[in-house]
């Protein structure tokens, strides 16, 4: 048919599939120019992960983490000493904990909670984090390092998660399950 003939809204969608079509073919490109520079089956490159402690957490820090994550979350509120100790949980130099603040950053909706729960897991695994994608970018980081789940983590998992349904706590016990992975 004659492109006269063609109505007009036909030849835009002609037009937007087209350029669509470049433009899928322009990223495909750049995608294989990255991948190529990276080891097989790698897609991005996530740099060097931190030291990672083994072994059971100093005392202070399992303190903090019982007052971030422990029985003070159902309160639903957060107070200064948390405050305080989430400033500690975060030049504690244990990136395991990351999990715990990316669990608690999948569920909150305080754009200021977030803020200080991103500043903290930047600081603990030494990247930027997209701001946008809070827990996304965390966890994606956690993952591509194979961060170790921190001693506790079940407990604080299931502390985290029941805020939003009570009912979850009986899901939450130990066997054969990767923790780390299992998100709502």
Do not use: C
Request: no cysteine; hydrophobic share 40%; charged share 25%.
């Amino acid at each position: 048919m004659p492109a006269a003939a063609v109505p007009a809204s036909e030849q835009t969608r002609a037009k937007s599939q087209s350029s669509a079509a470049e433009q899928r073919s322009e990223a495909d490109g750049w995608l294989a120019k990255t991948r190529a520079s990276l080891p097989q089956h790698t897609k991005r490159d996530f740099g060097t992960p931190p030291e990672m402690p083994t072994g059971p957490m100093s005392a202070q820090l399992t303190r903090d983490i019982d007052l971030l994550f422990g029985k003070n979350l159902e309160g639903k509120s957060w107070k200064p000493e948390q405050t305080e100790a989430l400033a500690r949980l975060a030049s504690s130099k244990d990136p395991r904990v990351v999990w715990m603040l990316s669990d608690l950053m999948r569920i909150a909706s305080d754009p200021r909670l977030l803020a200080v729960l991103t500043f903290a897991a930047t600081n603990l695994l030494g990247v930027d984090l997209n701001p946008e994608r809070h827990w996304g970018s965390t966890v994606d980081v956690l993952i591509a390092w194979d961060v170790p789940a921190p001693p506790g983590y079940l407990d604080a998992k299931r502390n985290i998660y029941t805020l939003v349904e009570p009912g979850w706590e009986r899901i939450f016990a130990p066997g054969d399950i990767d923790w780390r992975h299992v998100s709502w």
